[in-house]
């Protein structure tokens, strides 16, 4: 796998579940996505002036894998009876950089559960990442690092 020695931006995903049937793998929600115009606003020129924000691919990829990858951890739970506290969250950050003078992505998991034991937390989230399809597709293609917070 090649590495990532420049990041150029980053897409960040923080996904919620506001009830154990949407940890279970059902949801029908909404989406809300904070739109931004591409490239690093400090460094913007003026070919980027003109660009209307929208949803980066680093912004839909990242969304996309943690909403599949909350439900994965939904199902590793119950597998295992555990129960998620109700502020259980899922972040994902999808960085494009480059490594020499080609594009990469590589990327990023958090799984939040306050108060869950850090043991059983990090079993969960990586048996998410086991079942998760995303995970599965990104698997020895990209560099992707699994997460826990449980403060």
């Known amino acids: 796998m ?12 923080h996904t919620t579940s506001p009830d154990a049937r949407v940890l279970g793998g059902k949801h ?3 989406v809300t ?5 591409p490239g690093n606003p400090a ?13 980066t691919a680093e912004q839909l990829f990242a969304g996309a894998w943690s909403a ?18 109700a502020d259980t969250a899922v972040e994902v950050e999808v960085d494009l950089g480059l490594g ?27 048996a998410a990442d086991a079942i998760c399809p995303y995970s599965k597709a ?3 293609n990209i560099d992707v690092v699994v997460g826990v917070t449980t403060a």
């Open 43 to 55: 460094a913007r020129t003026h070919a980027f002036d003109a660009v209307a924000p929208h949803p």
């Open 28 to 30: 029908d929600g909404n």
């Open 33 to 37: 996505i904070q739109l931004s115009a």
């Open 68 to 85: 599949c990858y909350i439900a994965a951890v939904g199902i590793v739970a119950k597998e295992k009876q555990v129960t998620l506290p």
């Open 100 to 126: 020499g003078a080609d594009y990469f992505i590589q990327g990023r998991i958090n799984l939040v559960v306050p108060g869950l034991d850090h043991a059983t937390a990090t079993e969960i989230a990586h």
């Open 138 to 140: 990104t698997r020895g």
């Open 2 to 13: 090649n590495k990532i020695q420049k990041v150029l931006l980053t897409g960040k995903t």
